[in-house]
């Protein structure tokens, strides 16, 4: 029943500062629903000159059973809107879809779009819009940024139950109080029991007692096996309660990281005055510790020669007022022989308190204990060095996180993240990270993949990636590959000028994790302020491993973003537009006896746009290939930033004439435009052709590229019609995937006009 708060702050956050008209879609809110038909409205706002809509969201089918839909709009703004039941898997979803029919599109400023009508069971869910699959469409053929908002459904007067997310906590912390809260007010004569069974990780919190209680009588159990908090009250003489707030704290000693406190729905129940069952809707707690306060130690991952001696350093983050640690640290003995810790911390030398080290049958044991201060060291820097004698092979050095601890001076046990390192032989790299180096436009935000080759039986990996932050500012981990979160867990932070992100495969895997090579793993954005950022791999904490732990050998490519301008063009060509929907076709293939879209989404075909010097046209500063090309005109392309200065603008496609801007560009502001469509002189030498009256476009016909359209372009296509060639190819000027009688006559036309390249 949660909106998606977030969107909702960035959405009014944008029509606040740019005055722009929020476009919404609704689901809503249904909390007082019987047994029986139930209809569930879907709203819009500020539908305006839409072309199509695809609308999908996910319902739960033990509560809902879709029955049939109807059409308000049927006769004025949305003829012809359908709405389907499917199943994808386990989702159960519903599937709003319409497209105009003729040359002018919807506009519904605010309404319902489409009715659905369910068949209700009982009990609670939830309306989930699959955002990533929804679109919306003007006539333009541009996306239309929606805002969507999810709804709910719940029986007639529920209790509510819920515990709070307590988020940035400090740790430790000896009485951390989490409140039950309750809301009774709207059951018929009240409540008089209920039992609430609360799971939570014993790792993170321990159970002490409960203050506070609002209610005489409650008693709190604790369980074990699982550990569990059961939260018991009945009173059979007084009235029904009718609390609405707090009904008590529990008291924990919280000792760090993260728990849920997740209430067990199948144990829980609430009876009325008559011991009737109660419907309740029950909302989950949180525990987080503040991600710049938790404690993690580092083995390094080396490479080395074998015999000779190799340096683990070994890190710490957080390292305050410690009195104690602990750490195990597993690796093959055969591989390293253990002599001995050096260089240690300043602040460990004179040791503050008692070292020691003992080999074990697994690896070695470092123990450290105060004597009479505590001992604290800045983040990121290191411990000491574990030396070793490299004998030959590979090994990974584990922390036992069961035998491993860190302590405070008051001997609390503190949340600990371990990061193992690894050693191996010198190698070449069987596996490749990368990041691209990335143009974008001044405070908007900038998503830089990291694409992965080579990545075959993993189990865990380590990423860290430095950035300046006068530049950038970390703002998450976005698009992650599926499987990486079908089969592991994916987390991340920032602090530092650096991105931690760390993936482990799920414990009860029985194989590794195989990605396709040149796959994208994960987004990861920031907001550009402005100038510009290497985005470097720090390779000394970036660590890649087997299912079976053994190291994998990466090569790490470095990414950078730059200031860059964005040039929005608008041209059409001769070959693919459409006079009667003034619009271009869509370029055509022809593969496996079928003639198929070249490319996806809107993309008409592409170009090849350049920057030429104007004092001398012959050379060429900049150059952006393979630039999508939309049916509608429209190209975007973003110039480096350091291109700011006057350039004539050229336009060349795989089948047409070359074509000039008709003077110089200037790009001396963050977005330039230029519209070649709108008349002759939009290009050198007024060197364009009329499509359509009061629009221009590009000559096609120059098969060879050779700045001319004369014989040597027509002969290929007469070839190609003879022998019946089809697909995506230059002599296919019409761009319908088959070579015929259709391509010659604008060819020939340019052939009789002289058609050639004009430029200065």
């Given at each position: ?12 956050n ?7 008209t929020t ?5 809503p ?5 019987t ?22 969201f ?13 059409n ?25 879809v319409?497209?105009?029919s ?26 989930t ?18 805002l969507?908002t ?9 209790a509510?139950v ?10 430790p ?19 008089n ?56 704290d ?9 728990s849920a406190?997740?209430f ?20 989950d707690?949180?525990v ?40 195990l ?13 050096v ?22 044991g ?12 800045p ?17 990974t ?20 993240e371990?990061?193992?390192g690894?050693?191996s ?23 830089v ?6 990545f ?12 300046d ?14 499987s ?26 029985v ?34 491993s ?5 190291p ?9 973003v730059?200031g ?15 006079p009667?929907t ?14 198929e ?11 090849t746009?350049?920057?030429?010097n104007?004092?001398?046209?012959t050379?060429?500063?900049?150059t ?20 700011s200065?006057s ?27 230029y ?68 391509d010659?006559?604008?060819v020939?036309?340019?052939i ?8 200065p």
């Amino acid at each position: 029943m949660k909106k998606n708060i977030l969107a909702l702050l960035l959405i009014f956050n944008t029509v606040f500062v740019f005055g722009q008209t929020t476009v919404t879609c609704t689901l809503p809110d249904i909390i007082d629903a019987t047994p029986g038909t139930v209809t569930v409205p879907v709203n819009i706002t500020a539908f305006d000159n839409i072309a199509a809509l695809s609308i999908y969201f996910e319902y739960d089918p033990t509560i809902l059973t879709y029955s049939s839909y109807t059409n308000p709009n049927a006769t004025t703004t949305f003829p012809g809107l359908e709405v389907n039941s499917f199943v994808v898997g386990n989702s159960y979803r519903i599937g709003i879809v319409w497209s105009a029919s003729g040359a002018t599109g919807a506009t519904l400023p605010s309404g319902v779009l489409a009715n659905i009508v369910f068949n209700y069971v009982t009990g609670t869910g939830n309306f989930t819009f699959l955002q990533s699959i929804c679109e919306v469409t003007n006539m333009s053929y541009a996306t239309v940024p929606v805002l969507y908002t999810d709804g709910s459904i719940a029986p007639s007067n529920p209790a509510f139950v819920s515990i709070p997310e307590l988020t940035n906590q400090a740790a430790p912390n000896n009485g951390l109080l989490v409140p039950v809260n309750v809301d009774f007010q709207t059951i018929v004569g009240g409540v008089n029991s209920f039992t609430f069974v609360v799971a939570y990780d014993e790792t993170k919190l321990t159970y002490q007692n409960f203050q506070s209680a609002s209610l005489s009588g409650i008693e709190v159990l604790q369980l074990t096996n699982p550990t569990r908090i059961v939260i018991e009250w009945s009173d059979a003489v007084s009235a029904g309660s009718l609390l609405n707030g707090k009904l008590l704290d529990l008291v924990f000693n919280y000792i760090g990281g993260t728990s849920a406190l997740s209430f067990d729905e199948n144990l829980c129940h609430i009876g009325d005055h008559n011991a009737l069952e109660v419907p309740a809707v029950y909302t989950d707690g949180l525990v987080t510790q503040n991600p710049g306060t938790v404690v993690n130690v580092t083995a390094a991952t080396k490479i080395a020669t074998p015999g000779t001696v190799v340096l683990i350093p070994v890190t710490a983050n957080n390292f305050t007022n410690i009195g104690a640690f602990d750490f195990l640290i597993n690796y093959d003995l055969s591989v390293l022989s253990f002599t001995g810790l050096v260089d240690y911390h300043a602040n460990l030398v004179p040791l503050t308190g008692s070292l020691a080290t003992n080999i074990t049958a697994t690896g070695v044991g470092i123990n450290w204990q105060a004597s009479a201060t505590a001992l604290t060291i800045p983040s990121s820097e290191k411990l000491f060095d574990m030396q070793f004698t490299y004998n030959a092979g590979s090994t990974t050095l584990k922390f036992d996180p069961v035998l491993s601890a860190v302590s405070t001076f008051g001997l609390t046990t503190l949340t600990v993240e371990y990061v193992d390192g690894a050693v191996s032989e010198t190698q070449a790299p069987t596996a490749s990270a990368v990041m691209p180096d990335v143009v974008a436009i001044p405070l908007t935000t900038v998503d830089v993949p990291i694409n992965a080759t080579g990545f075959a039986g993993i189990g865990a990996f380590d990423l860290v990636v430095a950035y300046d932050v006068t530049a950038l500012e970390f703002k998450g981990i976005f698009n992650p590959l599926a499987s990486l979160s079908s089969t592991g867990e994916l987390t991340y932070n920032a602090t530092g000028g650096k991105v931690y992100i760390s993936w482990a495969i799920d414990p009860a895997a029985v194989t590794g994790l195989t990605i396709a090579d040149n796959e994208k793993l994960f987004d990861i954005e920031y907001a550009f302020n402005a100038g510009s950022s290497v985005l470097a791999f720090d390779q000394t904490s970036c660590v890649v491993s087997k299912f079976d732990l053994d190291p994998v050998i990466v090569s790490y490519t470095d990414g950078s973003v730059e200031g860059g301008i964005q040039l929005n063009l608008k041209l059409f060509l001769e070959g693919l537009y459409n006079p009667a929907t003034g619009l271009m076709n869509k370029a055509q293939d022809y593969v496996g006896g079928v003639t198929e879209d070249k490319f996806t989404g809107t993309i008409a075909d592409q170009i090849t746009v350049e920057l030429h010097n104007t004092a001398n046209y012959t050379t060429t500063v900049h150059t952006e290939a393979t630039v999508n090309l939309n049916t509608d005109g429209t190209a975007s392309v973003t110039i480096p930033s350091t291109f700011s200065g006057s350039y004539y603008v050229t336009i060349k496609q795989r089948n047409h004439i070359e074509t000039v801007s008709a003077s110089p560009v200037s790009f001396a502001s963050f977005t330039v435009p230029y519209d070649f469509t709108t008349a002759a002189n939009k290009a050198y030498g007024s060197n364009m052709k009329l499509v359509k009256t009061g629009v221009w476009g590009l000559f096609a016909g120059d098969i060879d590229q050779d700045a001319n359209i004369n014989i040597n372009d027509g002969g290929p296509i007469n070839t190609g019609i003879k022998v019946g060639t089809q697909g995506y190819l230059a002599i296919d000027i019409n761009g319908d995937g088959v070579v015929n009688i259709n391509d010659v006559g604008p060819v020939n036309i340019s052939i009789k006009s002289g058609i050639a390249v004009s430029k200065p």
